[in-house]
């Protein structure tokens, strides 16, 4: 390269020395110069984030390096005057995060040909050969014009075009023949991006509060804010936003939000892209913590240091959203209403509709008239033609939530207009999504405004806590609907005719209210919920309902999957907790909807079926009246009886079916359905092999329906528990409940209840029943010979909580077991290692609860000596628990160090 016709390039970065570049040009090999020089920049860059420098300058800096290295890369080939060198996109807007994409546009006059396709060819080569993540087309203005005009997105992209070199006169042909005098009419490309917007917001959920939020793409990211540019820009024709300050569009307090959540969002995505050390857009659980640190965040008694990062994260998004919102709005009005008749609708002195758009009758509304800063929100909730609030009015709303003090708050005119929004008839939760994004909800309830954008640093809780309490009020209002009916049979029938449908609801906004503080948030949140109940004159038997579902909220799920709800004790014991059928459809209801509101994947078939159980178990003991309490020995006969009827449909004797009965436990016939034991006895009668005895079927009780069932007949009671757990997981099972059973003749019967890994029941299929089978039949021969347990890499999220593993141990006098249970990060062939200890140290499973939440597991076992007592010698217990939760977080410890190494079962 003859650097004497290169002309230097205008641009001197502080960091790179231009002249000293020039003659390593000249006199050294180039590309190992260009690459040399892009490393040497990027770990400045790298430097100067670490040290905390404003990250405008650091992307603004480096999208004008990478025009520099194009600048000498272009002059290696030799171009006319009909073509031109363009960055678009965000490259276009001089913005280069680490690893964007560095998006250009290569030129050509119409009439151009194919004179330049070999130097084009070997500049995109050379330009991947140096290390550019170049995304690259070549196009003549014609084919601009043609992809454009049909493309929204392509139109979007040369909207940023900026020349870099070669002829700038195309640069602008291009611009004229793409604006919107000549194609996407501002009307047209406003519904095109709206659109796009809420199609890419449908994808995360309609949600900023993911718990792994897309920095770029999800609601209050930076593509919304992007978004913001585009339209403005194109509608006020200007080229920055600091163009129109001052004519109307936005604020003061609105351009400071605005470039204070991009300079945040902004330093959030430098810094993953520097530490993923790819395009990542993500911000995953191992860039939290690792950007807490770099943020200066510390743990502290306000919470982890990553919890304080992520909260002001979610703040900054949730500000960004609610300004993304009132500025569309804006573009919208002016452009659609702009030049139309207006469609005055009054409603009331207050408010009026403006093409069905409501906004105030004058600026001074609410300070005349605080009590309209709630009424707006009845107002929509009761009239479904209300398409939303103009822009205007929406600012005035937040201008003016600072009336919503003490003295607003304690006026008996305000209570009754709040708890009239929970007896709106439409969009009740759209009406509290407006209210905490415009700021009333979290001025007029304090506590709900402290858990505003407030994570939970898990895999269980998949939402920030405020997203998760709208999400659960969300979910009672779905119970309302038919279409809801299929998947929520009980919870659609109780909500459909419960009297009085806002004491849920109110619960719902209570139940966590009070999380974050310390102490325990159930007990916390019900002094709140009887506080709000005594101040917004609920009756004493309601606010006593309130608070006690508020306080309980988490009785019904830890029941339903902790303890044994075959057991007619347990089903007793709960409904003396309950008191009777209103408390317990109250809390059914509520129970559901937290589920299935903190975490989609908690909420499926198998737990289903477990609240199943429980509620109508409950609701019988509740019938029967508590006094009359189920006798065991009741329960027993009429499952014999039952059973009998069964097999003597299948001309099995009474006689045979007793023999096979007489040396099993009452357990057996206490927990198991009629139909499984008719079932199982007419298989243990055909069975004449010494191998173990294997069904596999969904579950035939309605009661546990949700699940594959796995039935193991086989002698040594001490190994097949190991035996089994590992097998099945080698065959990536999940294993929702076990029930073991030790019959007198020195047999074991256990019950597996599995799910596949997407947490289904495997369905009638024949050839993975077969593998199952196989599998434990083999496993099963070799029990008590082998010394490792299955071994699968873990996830990556799961081994972000590398929390300590933690047991606890208590003798049960009436069942006379010893309960174990275990909680700790989950992995692959958890219960497997579990098994195996109890293996090595003689103990015997005699039930188990196995329950996973998130990245934890609380599984719960009931075990005994090889005698069948309770372990009595403390030594023992002690021994036992320390030898768990060494070898567990071992195993955690080894996962994150290195590769998992797998060898013999």
Known sequence: MNMALVPEYAYQPLCFNQQRFRIDLQNKVKIHVFKDAICGVDTHFKTRFEEGEDVRSLVNARAAFVDLILHYVWYQYSWDDDICLVAVGGY???????????????????????????ALRDLVTFLWDIGLDIGSSVRTLNECREIAKDDVTVA??????????????????????????????????????????????????????NLEPNIKNAPGGLRDLQMINWLAKRYFSVQTLRQLEGKDFFTEREFAVLRNS??????????????????????????????????????????????????????????????????????????????????????????????????????????????????????????????????????????RRALIDKNFRANPENRAMFMAIFSINYGLVTQLTRMKRYGVLGRYLPEFGKIIGQMQHDLFHRYTVDAHT???????????????????????????????????????????????????????????????????????????????LVEKHLLMSYISQKKD???????????????????????????????????????????????????????????????????????????????????????????????????MGDEYFIRESHIDIANQTEALINHHDDK?????????????????????????????FCAATTCLAQLNLNIQDAKIYQSASGYTLDTFYVLNDNFEPLGDDAEKYKEIHDALQAELALAGEYSNVVARRTPRVLKQFNIPTRTSLSNDIVGTYTVLEVISPDR???????????????????????????????????????????LSDPEQCKNLQNKICRRLDRQVEQELLGPVQTGAR
């Open 92 to 118: 276009g807007r001089g913005e280069l995060h680490p690893q964007s994409d560095i998006d250009i546009l290569i030129l050509l006059d119409n009439n151009v040909g194919k004179k330049y396709d070999d």
């Open 156 to 209: 979007t992209n040369l909207l940023e075009a900026r020349r870099l070199a070669g002829n700038d006169r195309l640069r602008d042909q291009l611009q004229t023949i793409t604006g919107p005098e000549k194609m996407w009419p501002m009307p047209e490309f406003f519904n095109a991006k709206w659109d796009e917007q809420r199609q890419r917001h449908k994808k995360h959920n309609n949600t900023e509060c």
């Open 262 to 399: 991009e300079a945040f969002l902004w330093r959030v995505r430098f810094g993953v892209h520097l530490l993923s050390g790819r395009r990542e857009e993500r911000l995953l659980f191992e860039y939290q913590r690792e950007l807490a640190k770099i943020f200066g965040y510390e743990d502290s008694d306000e919470g982890l240091a990553v919890e304080q990062f992520m909260h002001e994260y979610y703040r900054s998004v949730i500000a960004l959203r609610e300004l993304n919102d009132v500025l569309l709005q804006y573009l919208e009005e002016k452009i659609f209403q702009e030049n139309v008749n207006k469609n005055l609708v009054p409603i009331n002195e207050r408010f009026q509709l403006r093409d069905n758009y409501i906004e105030v009758t004058r600026k001074n509304v609410f300070d005349k008239n605080p009590s309209a800063l709630l009424e707006i929100f009845v107002l929509m909730g009761n009239d479904p033609s209300i398409l939303g609030v103009r822009a205007q009015t929406i600012r005035l709303i937040r201008d």
């Open 470 to 548: 709208l999400l659960v009020i969300r979910n009672m209002r779905r119970f309302t609907q038919p279409e809801e009916e299929q998947q929520f049979p009980i919870a659609a029938h109780i909500v459909r005719n419960m009297e009085k449908p806002e004491l849920l609801y109110i619960a719902g906004l209570f139940h966590d209210i009070a999380k974050g503080r310390g102490g325990d948030h159930s007990e916390l949140g019900a002094l709140d919920a009887e506080r709000f109940g005594h101040a917004h004159g609920l009756m004493g038997n309601e606010i006593r309902l309130v608070t006690w």
């Open 565 to 663: 709800i075959s057991d007619p004790g347990v089903v007793r014991d709960f409904a003396l907790a309950v008191g009777d059928q209103r408390r317990l459809d109250y809390l059914y209801a509520l129970t559901v909807a937290d589920m299935c509101g903190t975490n989609p994947q908690i909420w499926n078939s198998w737990r289903a079926s477990l609240m199943r159980q429980l509620y109508q178990e409950t609701k019988r003991a509740l019938r029967r009246g508590l006094e009359n309490t189920v006798d065991r020995q009741e329960v027993i006969e009429e499952t014999q009886r039952l059973a009998l009827l069964r097999l003597a449909d299948k001309n099995v004797s009474d006689v045979l079916a007793r023999k096979i009965w007489q040396d």
């Open 692 to 720: 173990p005895l294997i069904l596999i079927s969904e579950t035939t009780s309605k009661k546990l329906e949700g699940a594959t069932q796995i039935f193991v007949w086989s002698k040594d009671a001490r190994h097949i």
């Open 828 to 870: 692959p062939g958890f219960l497997a290692t579990i098994a195996q200890i109890f293996m090595e140290d003689d103990i015997v499973v005699r039930n188990a609860r196995i329950s996973t939440l998130g990245e934890r597991v609380e599984d719960v076992f009931f075990i005994t000596d090889i005698y069948g007592a309770p």
